[in-house]
């Protein structure tokens, strides 16, 4: 069985940031017991109370604001929170040298887990979305919520983001990247929300 890590803020100092994300691990932690999923949280990066030194810590460029761009990843604290939480779990999981499955704490398991046996060095483990091409990171699609990824992947997403600078999570799984897929019958879901968990003007998102 592989480990599973759930990413959440609500042990950290993020305001109402910290509130939500309490409600939401709470109904994750909820649905994964239904289900017997063995889940343990991760602490995530509080990307509101960034230590600028982390980037240097861990051999990243540190993002820089791109004038003009409509796209800023570095002027959202939240997702270079995000980024550097899903990135470290991404070499614990080289470290361990074992599968992880990697969740965000707003997903609700919908189905008991078996052993996930793959040739694939990463698994989507909902239902399919839109598949969007890139010129970098080749075929992705929107959503870096649940997971299963292999250590080969967790390399690949490392080397590739040491080489090629952080990014959004969902775009980092590219298939110029790693080889990825969907999971054949989905085993957790997005619980329906309002905005972005990266966004600073739609967060804290609440269900719908």
């Known amino acids: 069985m592989s480990d599973i890590y759930i990413i959440t803020l609500a042990n950290s100092d993020a305001g109402r940031h910290t509130q939500e994300a309490k409600k939401q691990l ?24 960034l230590d600028a030194t982390i980037w240097n810590t861990l051999n990243l460029k540190c993002p820089k604001k791109k004038l003009g761009s409509s796209n ?16 470290l779990l991404w070499k614990k999981c080289i470290s361990l040298n074992r599968p992880l499955i990697i969740l965000e704490d707003d997903i609700q398991v919908i189905s008991s887990l078996a052993e996930i046996k793959s040739n694939h060095d990463c698994l989507k483990l909902h239902a399919p979305r839109q598949r969007k091409e890139n010129e970098t990171v080749g075929r992705w699609s929107p959503g870096a919520f649940g997971y299963w990824l292999s250590p080969i992947g967790a390399q690949k997403l490392v080397n590739f983001s040491i ?32 905005g972005s968990s990266t966004n600073p003007v739609d967060y804290p998102y609440k269900d719908v």
């Open 26 to 49: 709470t109904k994750t932690l909820n649905s994964c017991r239904d289900y017997g999923w063995p889940a343990q949280i991760f602490h995530a990066i509080n990307g509101y109370n």
């Open 163 to 194: 080489t090629n600078g952080p990014k959004y999570n969902d775009k980092c799984i590219g298939s110029k990247i790693l080889d990825w897929d969907y999971i054949d019958t989905p085993l957790i879901r997005l619980r329906l929300r309002r």
């Open 72 to 87: 800023k990843f570095a002027d959202k604290p939240g997702a270079m929170g995000c980024f550097l939480s899903h990135f």
